[in-house]
């Protein structure tokens, strides 16, 4: 391997304080020649102590280790807007793990210009849509610097690869190491592998963190409000939270009562489908609210419309298209239909369901009492009815006509 060429002078490492990006530090340098690794390690609300990581960076070789808190803005400038865009993966997936990977990119960059760094380095394998969001993120946020990805070209297996650690004082993992791959952020969690591989085999209960079983979830139902102002959250139980503390008490809250759990087969951006179980109990319950309060807001064009963009929306967040110029456009369209989703949502949380009770807008709802009613202030003009469906009808009765031969 290497013999002498170098990859790069400087590589910015994104940093997890794991054992693989902990070995790319030394194999960066030994292998291929990098002279300095700096690392950064992103706070996005795991719950880890960063202060540890960032020991364990300088420990196993880096230059210089970096963390750095992105919670604040990977609430407001990727969840929100996701929210926004009632963004489900194949209908599905929140893409808690998906939304995280552009801000780090754009960190990553940020501190490589900081630092005079000639390339940038991450930890994924060759197999996974990590890698592809970051590529992309990074090339066209900073096409001068290289991406560096030991991982995909190394071969190692994961004894291999603790073994390499050994041998650069990297102490392999004190506990039996989980048979999980997870990730994890104040999004959600994300776990993988071990039993989950076989996508006929019910997931255990341990993997599960953020969420309650059905059978632990409280018997009593609980009704939250949920407010929206443009189509942000900004307030539960008529409390007005800032966007961060929003996600935590909506993730307690759905948790609680087992709600958010997901359990999924899709289609990763490299071909191959693999199985997914996903905890993310306050960004699904937002969601759905967010949809419920657009049903009584938007025009119905609009809000079909929009229903059709937001799939494309969640695919190229998904595929790692995030700084491309659909996403840009996309927005244009979500932000103006935005305008008019203020209101409340009513949702009652109950044994792993979240079912909506109740929606109102003062402002905004086009739900209209004496054209919806069946009641003496009925003000919808019945007879007008007959001639709208003489003319709606009339190209399907001619169609109709013509085939019985008329
Ligand atoms: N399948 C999910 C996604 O693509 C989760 C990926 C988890 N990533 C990880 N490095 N463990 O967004």
């Known amino acids: 391997m290497g013999q002498g060429e170098s990859r790069a002078k400087k590589a910015v490492l994104a940093y997890s304080g794991g054992v693989d990006t902990s070995v790319c530090i030394p194999y960066l340098k030994q292998e291929w020649g990098v002279e300095e690794v700096i690392t950064f390690a992103a706070d996005l609300g795991q719950g880890d102590e960063l202060e540890p990581i960032r020991l364990k960076a300088l420990d196993s070789g880096a230059s210089q280790s970096i963390v750095g808190d992105l919670i604040e803005p990977f609430i407001t400038e990727f969840a929100f807007p996701a929210i926004r865009a009632n963004a489900l993966y194949e209908g599905r997936y929140p893409l808690s793990t998906a939304l995280a990977r552009p801000l780090i990119a754009r960190r990553l960059v940020e501190i490589a210009r900081e630092v005079g ?40 297996s994961r004894e ?49 963190a953020l969420t309650r079983s059905l059978q632990d979830a409280p018997e009593a139902p609980e009704l939250v409000t949920i407010g929206f102002e443009a189509g942000h959250p900004v307030s539960l139980n008529g409390e007005r939270l800032d966007p961060v503390t929003l996600i935590r008490r909506a993730n307690e809250l759905a948790g609680r009562h087992g709600f958010g759990r997901l359990d999924m087969v899709e289609n990763r951006v490299v071909g191959i489908k693999s199985r997914e179980i996903y905890e993310t109990p306050g960004l699904l319950l937002l969601i759905r609210a967010h949809q419920e309060l657009e049903s009584l807001t938007l025009a119905a064009d609009v809000q079909r419309t929009k229903r059709q963009l937001e799939m494309q929306w969640a695919d190229l967040v998904y595929q790692g298209l995030w700084f491309g110029p659909l996403k840009q456009a996309l927005d244009g369209f979500i932000d103006r239909t935005q305008e008019t989703v203020n209101g409340r949502v009513k949702v009652k949380l109950h044994k792993g369901n979240a079912t909506v009770v109740g929606r109102s807008s003062a402002s905004d709802s086009l739900y209209v009492p004496d054209m919806a009613t069946y009641g003496a202030e009925d003000r919808f003009d019945h007879r007008a009815a007959e001639g709208f469906i003489y003319v709606w009808g009339l190209p399907t009765r001619l169609w109709s006509a013509r085939r019985r031969g008329r």
């Not at 991450?122 to 992309?136: A, E, M």
């Not at 039996?176 to 994890?184: E, G, N, R, T, V």
Request: net charge negative; charged share 25%.
């Open 117 to 156: 760094a000639d390339a940038v380095a991450h930890g994924c394998t060759g197999k996974g849509n990590d890698q592809v969001r970051f590529d992309v993120a990074i090339g066209s946020l900073a096409p001068e610097l290289k991406v560096l990805a030991p991982a995909r070209e190394w071969g190692m």
């Open 160 to 208: 291999q690869t603790i073994a390499y650690g050994e041998r650069c004082g990297i102490p392999a993992p004190v506990s039996k190491a989980s048979p999980y791959s997870i990730d994890l952020n104040l999004l959600g969690r994300s776990i993988e592998a071990g039993a989950l591989e076989d996508p006929d085999v019910e997931p255990p209960e341990e993997v599960y």
